[in-house]
């Protein structure tokens, strides 16, 4: 019954988004974070910038996790909300890249769901996704790397500076991802 109401739920909150006037006018599925766009003196990152760290509880283990935690090996951080499809389609996407790149890089998302923990949790098994989920409720790490929407993302090299920035979602990007793995890993 559960895996009923959640499926329901999750396809009822697709069709509203999707259906809505700004979906349409926003194709690559952009959804803000918070209450306001970024402002002019907010954070903004570049190629080359040292990552901001963070701590955040894993959604699996509750253990406090942190950008330290992922140094060594590339890394791509995203930010997602689970009523969010193209965050959807993001993360399912990253699976499957880390699936074919396994233990060579790391992959972390980061939600900032204000439904919480428990939507979270089930969002990720339902969609069967491995890797580490981090939960920011209160949009603190987003605002570090400037972001205001989902999903964003950024790739981070082995010693912990940005290498690649991006914000919404196509499946074509997908490429793009790949490519600068590719490069990061040679």
């Known amino acids: 019954m559960r895996k009923f109401i959640f499926c329901f739920l999750s396809v009822l909150l697709t069709f509203v988004f999707i259906s809505s006037?700004?979906?349409a006018a926003n194709p690559s599925g952009?959804?803000?974070i918070g209450e306001d766009e970024l402002e002019e003196?907010?954070?903004e990152l570049k190629i080359g910038d040292k990552a901001?760290?963070?701590s955040l509880?894993?959604?699996n283990t509750d253990k406090m996790e942190?950008?330290?935690d992922y140094l060594g090996k590339p890394t791509i951080l995203f930010f997602i909300q689970s009523a969010c499809y193209s965050c959807l389609q993001e993360a399912k996407a990253f699976q499957e890249m880390k699936d074919r790149y396994k233990e060579k890089i790391n992959i972390v998302a980061v939600g900032v769901d204000l439904l919480g923990k428990p939507m979270l949790v089930t969002w990720a098994s339902h969609n069967n996704i491995t890797y580490p989920v981090l939960l920011d409720p209160?949009?603190?790490v987003p605002e570090k790397y400037g972001f205001s929407y989902t999903p964003s993302s950024v790739i981070i090299d082995k010693d912990g500076k940005i290498a690649f920035i991006h914000a919404g979602f196509r499946p074509e990007d997908v490429k793009y991802f790949e490519d600068k793995i590719k490069?990061?890993?040679k």
Request: overall charge negative; proline content about 12%; cysteine-free.
């Open 21 to 23: 006037p700004s979906y």
């Open 30 to 32: 952009l959804v803000t």
């Open 41 to 43: 003196d907010e954070v």
């Open 52 to 54: 901001p760290d963070f």
């Open 57 to 59: 509880p894993n959604l």
């Open 66 to 68: 942190g950008l330290k």
């Open 138 to 140: 209160i949009f603190s």
């Open 183 to 185: 490069e990061l890993l």
